[in-house]
């Protein structure tokens, strides 16, 4: 298991799990989690996130590799798992990331400001601590993303002197600034060949010193190309000082121009850049690689560190540097750790932290390294000093503008049905090619954008037959009934090859105002052209002939039944733009249907062909010879379709005030209002949406035929598919509001939209139970108080609702222990912690730590007592030391006066006794308010003393 750690880099690791780690543990590891190495074994689930400070490395995962060992027969023995370091959430390999589409632009910006702009957009890496720099930096930013944006500002703002840098920390905060604020660049350590070991100021680490070095990439000047384009191109340049001494094969000296293109680069930054590219080759270039074997060089130096490396044998000296280490004068080179590669041995924790928060120990399910470190120094590879952009020449801007097209009139256009059923309207569109602003032909036309969108100063036309349909209250004002629908542009792009557009999807009869304008390839945008308004073609789309209707007559009336079916067969698969079925009732059985025959108009709609509810309409009729019945469908618009075939009436039904005596069988349709009504089941449809009452108890269902509800009559069980609500305002209970936790309950107060709620997360098999207040203000932070229950651990706590981050006082439990604490704004306070074996009860804040610690048999402090000049009137315990020159006694007060009395313990200490050693000394006496300590001579001495209040 190795990590490579790579400075303002990706770097990598891998880390192969045992075959024997549990199927839960390994299917939680999921892509973009992160793995954290820490020095020791802790428990991740007791610290949490402040190991992401704490840890030596934190990684992303983004690779998974499950396989089988061949030469074994166990299933899953050879898997692992891989990524790369935190600087990916600046932007990776690829340059992916947060990518600046909009342009971000710093104008005379401080250093701190410009990298607060650059952080990417979603919180990926937020800001940590910004130190300052000199100087102030202009530039703009865009289609980059934020890693490569921090490094050019870092690089513009760096001085020989002041390197500018930047790190990106376990805990996903970024660190910028001069290279001293975030590094050691006075170094405390050097790699030496022979005799390792540790002197007073320096460690010395032993390995073995490769060196390799070339001038391929050596420059004696550099010519940047910044931005612009043809003959306005910025430039800057930057000659080697102090000239060269190589010389050519003449005796000249040798002349190595570098051309460089950052055409993002403004003017005002070229020289800077020119003087910065140059610095890169000025000498030739060398790979240092230490192979420190055996060795972990945690705490000796860290990624970014400058070190010391010698071995004269290879020329690895600098005579312009000396130090004295363990007795040696030394001349060291002094460089800059690049990249770090060491092995993860079975003295580290390794933990995994999920996207929820989530922490899982890793460290019984990894196969572990030896010790063992490789170390590169004083650059990087060649290939990561690339500048980016290919050289060559750029082409003179282009200037022209397409002019604007012309439409042709008029459109020509057509109503057709969509796939739904309703009445919908297509347009064609033709214009005229443009020539160029300046009259010349758009020789590198790309493409016209057209935008169109509802008109909404005309007045709609409408017909007396779409009139009739419409209620006076749905009338708009008097000079325009039907008000036009609002809408927003709406874009289509069409090839520069072509003149011709289809526009579909429109709304029958409707203005629409349009434009056009053309783009060239340059990315030159014309002028919108002029609005042109047309009228989408109106609805003129009869619906189909509908089916013969069902007939029943009696001598008093004729009740109609229609299923909304088309005449060439089906049911309920008339237009979905059916209005109304128009029922005309004559003596002929071809007649034609007319105002004379029209009996009534009874509703058809869309509704009701979807929930397949069929059409019912009973005719007051006072004939009793034969009668006819037709039937015609009437569109929203007032379209007619074609009259139905005649249907007979027969004497199958007469109204009750006609009936006598009746029975069930004589009752086919209609409202039945009834008590005496018994029947098997009562529905209000087969399929689809539909209620339905039968022994078995209650059912709705819902249009795609699920049921939503189920009364049991036998047991009475209630099944319910949806939310449940107590109330539609003030305090009440809400049972699956949402469908992002399964289940929930929400509790509302009286007033306001704040709740509480309980809810429940799956985890594979197990669910973890969540219980949380309403939010409330704290100090300006939005907080909750909460209680969660996993299957292992229970966590009681207030937190802050944006990131979850721990509020105050906090307890969490699980059966191997209890942690309670104090936390806020991520820096810990008081703590207790508690398991089978120990009891913790102080205070860490990760800097100061003061705590006892209770062990079986034993107790442990660890911290210090509080000095007595600070002493409170009820203090149990406080140590001083006092130094007393030339005196035989001394008084020492408390300050307060103690609440009962004290018992001090003195001991006398003095650098040289001679020969004025006391022989008689002790505490002569002792008040609530201090204590007198006497001796035998006047030796100046210091005296050390315990206090404890009895």
């Not at 009820?874 to 300050?895: D, K, Q, R």
Request: hydrophobic share 35%.
């Amino acid at each position: 298991m190795t990590v490579q750690e790579s400075l303002q880099a990706l770097g990598q690791w891998e880390i192969g799990l045992l075959p024997t780690i549990p199927r839960e543990k390994l299917d939680a590891l999921q892509y973009f989690g992160h793995i954290a190495i820490i020095r020791g074994r802790v428990d991740p689930l007791l610290y949490g996130d402040n190991l992401l400070r704490t840890a030596r490395y934190v990684g992303v995962l983004r690779g998974n590799s499950l396989a089988d060992d061949a030469r074994t027969k166990i299933p899953n023995d050879n898997v692992k798992i891989s990524g790369v370091g935190m600087a990916m959430w600046l932007g990776d390999e690829d340059d992916k990331g947060s990518i600046y589409e909009n342009a971000v632009v710093a104008a005379s910006a401080t250093f701190a400001d410009t990298i607060r702009m650059l952080l990417p957009a979603g919180g990926a890496v937020t800001e940590g601590t910004l130190y300052p720099v000199t100087g102030q930096y202009s530039g703009t930013h865009q289609w980059q993303s934020p890693r490569a944006a921090i490094q050019y500002v870092c690089q513009t703002m760096s001085t020989t002197s002041a390197p500018v840098t930047w790190r990106v920390n376990g805990d996903g905060t970024l660190d910028a600034g001069p290279e001293s604020s975030l590094f050691v660049t006075t170094p405390t350590c050097t790699v030496v060949a022979v005799g390792s070991g540790d002197d007073m100021a320096m460690r010395g680490v032993p390995g073995s010193l490769d060196l390799t070095s070339d001038v391929e990439d050596y420059t004696t000047r550099v010519v940047l190309l910044a931005e612009g384009e043809g003959t306005s191109i910025a430039t800057g340049s930057a000659d080697i000082t102090p000239a060269t001494s190589y010389k050519d094969i003449h005796g000249n000296t040798i002349k190595l121009t570098r051309l460089v293109s950052e055409s993002d680069t403004a003017s005002a930054n070229a020289a800077v850049r020119a003087q910065l590219a140059l610095s890169q080759y000025v000498a030739p270039k060398q790979d240092l690689r230490l192979n420190i074997q055996d060795y972990d060089v945690e705490g000796s130096f860290a990624l970014g560190d400058y070190i010391y490396a010698y071995d004269p044998d290879k020329q690895l000296y600098n005579p312009n540097v000396e130090i004295v280490f363990r007795g040696q004068r030394l001349n060291p080179i002094k460089l800059q750790v690049t990249e770090i590669s060491w092995g993860v041995t079975a003295d580290y924790t390794v933990a995994y932290r999920g996207a929820d928060g989530t922490w899982i120990d890793l460290t019984d399910h990894i196969e572990t390294s030896e010790a063992g470190t490789y170390v590169t120094v004083g650059g990087f590879d060649r290939a990561l000093s690339s500048t980016g952009e290919v050289l060559g020449s750029r082409p003179n801007s282009d200037t022209s503008t397409p002019g604007q097209p012309t439409f042709v009139t008029p459109f020509t256009g057509a109503a057709y049905l969509d796939s739904r059923g309703f009445t919908r309207a297509r347009v064609v569109l033709s214009w005229n090619a443009p020539n160029n602003t300046d009259g010349s032909s758009v020789l590198d036309g790309d493409h016209y954008e057209l935008r169109y969108a509802v008109d909404t100063d005309m007045i709609y036309p409408a017909t007396w037959a779409a009139v009739s349909q419409v209620r006076w209250q749905d009338l708009q004002v008097w000079s325009q009934p039907f008000a036009a629908p609002t809408g927003q542009w709406q874009t289509m792009v069409v090839n520069w090859d072509t003149t011709h557009a289809q526009l579909q999807d429109l709304s029958p009869g409707v203005g629409y105002d349009i434009q056009i304008r053309g783009v060239d390839k340059t990315g030159n945008t014309g002028a919108w052209s002029s609005t042109t308004t047309f009228v989408a073609s109106a609805d003129n789309l009869p619906p189909s002939t509908p089916a013969a209707p069902t007939v029943a007559g009696s001598r008093i009336a004729v009740q109609i039944t229609h299923q909304l079916g088309k005449s060439s067969g089906g049911t309920f698969n008339l237009e979905s733009d059916l209005d109304h079925l128009e029922v005309h009732v004559s003596y002929e059985p071809t007649f034609t249907p007319d105002t004379t025959t029209l009996q009534g108009k009874v509703a058809a709609t869309a509704g009701m062909i979807q929930a397949q509810i069929p059409v019912v309409y009973t005719v007051q009729v006072e004939e009793t010879s034969a009668r006819y019945v037709r039937v015609v469908a009437v569109d929203k618009t007032g379209n007619k379709s074609g009259p139905s075939d005649a249907a007979t009436a027969t004497a199958l039904l007469i109204d009750d005030a006609h009936i006598s005596d009746l029975t069930v069988s004589k009752v086919t349709a209609g409202q039945i209002t009834a008590s005496w009504v018994m029947a098997g089941e009562i529905k209000t449809a087969d399929t689809g949406a539909r209620a339905r009452m039968s022994a078995s108890g209650y059912e709705l269902y819902n249009t795609a035929g699920v049921r939503t509800l189920f009364a049991d009559a036998t047991t009475g069980n209630v099944n319910i598919v949806g939310q449940l609500v107590s109330g539609t305002s003030g305090k009440r209970l809400e049972i699956n509001p949402t469908g992002t936790f399964l289940p929930e309950m929400r509790f509302y107060p009286n007033t306001g939209t704040d709740y509480a709620f309980i809810n429940g997360v799956t985890f594979g098999n197990d669910v973890s139970i969540g219980v949380q207040s309403s939010p409330f203000d704290d100090s300006g932070t939005t907080c909750a108080s909460r209680l969660y229950l996993t299957a292992s651990t229970a966590r009681l706590e207030a937190i802050v609702l944006a990131g979850e981050a721990r509020r105050g006082g906090y307890l969490w439990t699980a059966p191997g222990g209890l942690y309670g604490g104090f936390n806020r704004g991520g820096v810990e306070g008081g703590h207790l912690y508690a398991d089978a074996s120990i009891a913790i009860f102080g205070y860490d804040d990760g800097t100061d730590r003061n705590y006892f610690q209770y062990t079986s048999g034993t107790t442990r402090h660890i911290g210090r007592w509080r000095n007595y000049i600070a002493a409170d009137s009820n203090e149990g315990i406080f140590t001083g030391t006092v130094t007393f020159t030339a005196v035989t006694a001394a008084v020492l007060s408390y300050g307060p006066t103690m609440d009962t009395s004290m018992v001090p313990i003195v001991t006398p200490r003095a650098s040289n006794f001679g020969t004025a050693t006391p022989t008689v000394w002790g505490v002569s006496a002792s008040t609530t308010t201090g204590f007198t300590v006497s001796w035998n001579n006047n030796q100046s001495m210091n005296m050390n003393f315990w206090c404890y209040r009895v």
